[in-house]
């Protein structure tokens, strides 16, 4: 029978070091039960194993998909499995979805609160409030990133409200919403990634944005008819990053659109 080999230990500012974090940052994670040291030195000095390196790595990812302490600690002991992870993945991929709406939905009503008061001789909070509440009902403003702030915007939002209420009933206009910020996020995945817009997965996004052109009146060349665009108008002031971003999207669905109906064209010749 062939000897057991003993462990290689590490100490703690090997392991931080190794794996780049501060070593204040594996006592704290000790304190917390999360990550015990497998031994104790003759000088009482914590001792880590290559086992607890991997434990690290994973209270790491942990952290970075947004678990809190209490959740990373109550998932060490499963997650083992590539389908496990692969739910957990997707389910923190619907949650910074979610946060991700949520911050465009309140990017663009202080956007346009800035623009009513810039306006306003004298301050009025209640009619502020009343804007809030307008702006923040059932996200109307979600993935507004290429607004037109004009100089009456209240007076704009309201008129945009009665024309939406003549273009689709309520239940359309949900369903438009979520379909549309699923095929934003997938085209900005698509992105990051330098997908071809020739590939399969660009052309089902081109497929898909057509589908709800035909069925929700939706035109990414027009921002003036409906709340839910990305278009290429001016910034008005936009921070930089989402007029990058407004315009990468914008650009990318036009190309691959143009692709796709250039091919279905071909096809049918």
Request: include cysteine.
């Amino acid at each position: 029978m062939p000897e057991q080999q003993e462990p290689h230990y590490m100490t703690v500012g090997e392991l931080a070091d190794k794996v780049g974090v501060t070593v204040r940052t594996i006592q704290y994670y000790d304190q917390e039960n999360l990550l015990k040291p497998s031994a104790k030195g003759s000088r009482n000095q914590r001792l880590y194993t290559e086992k607890d390196e991997e434990t690290l790595y994973k209270i790491l990812c942990f952290k970075f998909m947004g678990l809190s302490i209490t959740e990373i600690r109550e998932s060490l002991y499963g997650f083992d499995e590539t389908p496990a992870v692969k739910l957990l993945l997707d389910k923190k991929i619907t949650d910074v979805e979610k946060e991700m709406s949520a911050l465009m939905k309140r990017f663009a009503t202080l956007k346009n609160l800035s623009e009513a008061v810039k306006n306003d001789t004298e301050v009025h909070w209640q009619h502020y409030a009343h804007m809030i509440e307008r702006f923040q009902d059932e996200g109307k403003y979600i993935w507004q990133l290429s607004c037109s702030f004009e100089e009456n915007a209240y007076r704009e939002q309201e008129h945009r409200e009665a024309e939406q209420a003549q273009w689709v009933d309520e239940y359309e206009r949900k369903l438009a919403i979520e379909q549309f910020h699923k095929l934003i996020a997938e085209s900005i995945q698509l992105i990051h990634q330098q997908e071809p817009p020739e590939s399969e997965k660009s052309q089902n996004i081109a497929k898909r944005y057509l589908q709800m052109q035909s069925q929700f009146g939706l035109d990414i060349s027009k921002s003036k008819h409906h709340d839910i665009l990305i278009t290429d108008t001016a910034d008005n002031g936009m921070h930089d990053s989402f007029s990058a971003l407004r315009q990468d999207v914008t650009a990318f669905i036009q190309q691959i659109v143009e692709i796709y109906r250039q091919n279905r064209k071909e096809s049918t010749t």
